[in-house]
C-alpha cells in the first residue's frame, strides 16, 4: 500500500514538472513573437522615416486657369436614324476630323422630306467629376446639300424627358454654307439637366421643318466635351524618391477649402496638376500640399 501511495505522489511531482515546462515553452514563444514584431514595426517605422527625410517636393508655381476642356467623347456605337435614312459610312468616320463621313439622307417623301437621328455620347467623370464641370459643348463639322434649310442640335433632358434646346447658347439652329461648316452649342449652366449621373449624353440632330428639297447630310465629326476651369498646380521633386501628392490645401481668412488629390512626381522632374472647378481667392492667401509620407509644401504669392 505504501509503495502504491509513493507512485501517485510521485506522478503528481511529475505533472507539476511537465506543466511548468509547458508554461515556460510558451512564455518563451509569446516572448519572442513580441520581440520580433517590435523589431519589426520599429524597421518599419526606421524606414518610413528615412523615406520622409529623403522626399523633397514644393509648390514652384501656381495660376488660375479660366477654361479647360476635356477630351472630346465621340459615339461608340451607330446612330440611331428616326426620320430619314443611313446612306454611307459609319459612326467611326465621325470620331475625327480626317475628311472621312457619314452620310444621312432625308426620307423619301415629296413634300415632306425629314432627317432626325441620335447618338449616345459618355463623358469621362473620372477625371472631371459632375461638381467640377462649368458647362458642356458639342460640335458637329458637317456638310448639307439644301443650304435653304436650318440643322439643330438638341440634347434629352433628363428631367423632363424630352429632347430640348432651350437651355442651350444658341437655340436659333444653323444654316449651312453648301461647303463644310461647324456648328457648335453649349448647355450654359442648366447642364446638370442633360448630362446623366453616369455621364451619359444623348445628342439629336433634326432638320427645320417639312420642304419640298430632299437634302443629304455628310457628318464628318460630332463630339460632346466637358467645360471647366480650375487652379494649375507646378509641383517639383528634388528628392530621391517618387513624391504621392494626396491632399491640397487653399487658405486666405475667410476659407480653407480641403481636396483629395492623387498626383505622383518623379524624382528630378516637375509635373503641373489641374485642379478643375476651383478659382483662386482674393489675396492675401497660401495653398498647401501634403505628401502620402506626410512631407507639406508651402506656397504663398503674397
Known amino acids: 500500500m505504501w509503495t502504491t501511495i509513493r507512485h501517485l505522489r510521485k506522478l503528481r511531482s511529475d505533472r507539476r514538472g511537465v506543466s511548468n515546462v509547458i508554461v515556460m515553452v510558451l512564455s518563451l514563444v509569446i516572448l519572442v513573437i513580441i520581440a520580433s514584431n517590435v523589431i519589426l514595426w ?9 523615406e520622409k527625410t529623403q ?13 479647360t476642356y476635356s477630351r472630346w467623347s465621340t459615339v461608340k456605337a451607330e446612330y440611331q436614324v428616326n426620320l430619314g435614312s443611313h446612306v454611307s ?12 463621313w457619314e452620310t444621312f439622307q432625308e426620307e423619301n417623301n415629296p413634300l415632306t422630306y425629314r432627317l432626325d437621328f441620335n447618338g449616345t455620347f459618355i463623358l469621362d467623370l473620372t477625371a472631371y467629376p459632375l461638381s467640377l464641370i462649368n458647362t458642356v459643348e458639342v460640335q458637329m463639322r458637317y456638310r448639307a446639300s439644301d443650304t435653304l434649310e436650318k440643322r439643330y442640335l438638341k440634347a434629352y433632358n433628363w428631367t423632363s424627358n424630352a429632347y430640348s434646346d432651350g437651355s442651350f447658347n444658341n437655340t436659333f439652329g444653323h ?9 457648335a452649342v453649349n448647355f450654359t449652366d442648366k447642364w446638370q439637366s ?15 421643318k417639312n420642304d419640298a428639297v430632299r437634302t443629304t447630310i455628310e457628318v464628318d465629326f460630332l463630339g460632346v466635351r466637358i467645360v471647366t476651369s480650375g487652379v494649375a498646380f507646378t509641383f517639383k521633386n528634388n528628392g530621391s524618391l517618387t513624391a504621392h501628392v494626396v491632399s491640397l ?10 481636396y483629395d488629390v492623387n498626383v505622383f512626381i518623379n524624382s528630378g522632374e516637375n509635373e503641373t496638376y489641374l485642379l478643375s472647378g476651383v478659382q483662386l481667392p482674393s489675396k492675401p492667401y497660401f495653398v498647401k500640399a501634403i505628401t502620402e509620407r506626410g512631407n507639406i509644401a508651402v506656397y504663398s504669392p503674397n
Open 42 to 50: 520599429s524597421y518599419h517605422m526606421n524606414q518610413l522615416d528615412w
Open 55 to 67: 522626399e523633397s517636393m514644393t509648390i514652384i508655381n501656381l495660376v488660375n486657369v479660366n477654361t
Open 89 to 100: 459610312g459609319s459612326f467611326i468616320n465621325t470620331q475625327t476630323i480626317d475628311g472621312n
Open 175 to 183: 444654316a449651312p454654307s453648301g461647303g463644310w461648316d461647324y456648328y
Open 194 to 208: 442633360y448630362v446623366r449621373d453616369d455621364g451619359i449624353v444623348v445628342i439629336k440632330l433634326h432638320d427645320e
Open 249 to 258: 490645401w487653399i487658405i486666405n481668412s475667410i476659407i480653407h477649402n480641403h
